[in-house]
């Protein structure tokens, strides 16, 4: 699996919520300040390059040589790899990959707080 199938809505912001060394989670929304209305889940994560917060991501396959970055550097090709091209916040798009074991999609109505102390 490569591509990532977002249910219909307004995803234009996205930040990285938490990660703990294997599971990274991505929430987006079309406003993070209070709420987000997806959370992308990512298990046995092994590699990542991406901003802490970007907007408007275009979700692509990965190209041949994404592929094999992410193979030398984790010693084989993962069952879950994410390429998308986003606004980071700089003055170019940024290019971002995400390797990992699975993936899964939460759709609802998450307040800001939830999950903080």
């Known amino acids: 699996m490569t591509l990532l199938p977002l249910p219909e809505g307004a995803w234009w912001e996205w930040e990285v919520r938490g990660f703990d060394g ?18 992308v889940e990512l298990t046995d994560t092994v590699y990542v390059r991406c901003p802490t917060a ?30 998308f091209e986003a606004d980071g916040g700089g003055t170019a798009p ?13 759709q609802g109505h998450f307040p800001r707080w939830r999950g903080r102390t």
Do not use: K, M, N, Q
């Open 94 to 106: 940024v290019s971002c990959l995400v390797a990992a074991g699975a993936w899964a999609l939460r």
């Open 22 to 39: 294997s599971r990274l989670t991505l929430v987006a929304g079309y406003d993070l300040a209070y709420h987000h209305g997806l959370e």
């Open 54 to 83: 970007f907007t408007e991501p275009v979700f692509r396959e990965p190209t041949p040589g994404e592929r094999a970055e992410v193979a030398r550097i984790t010693g084989e090709e993962p069952p879950v790899l994410l390429a």
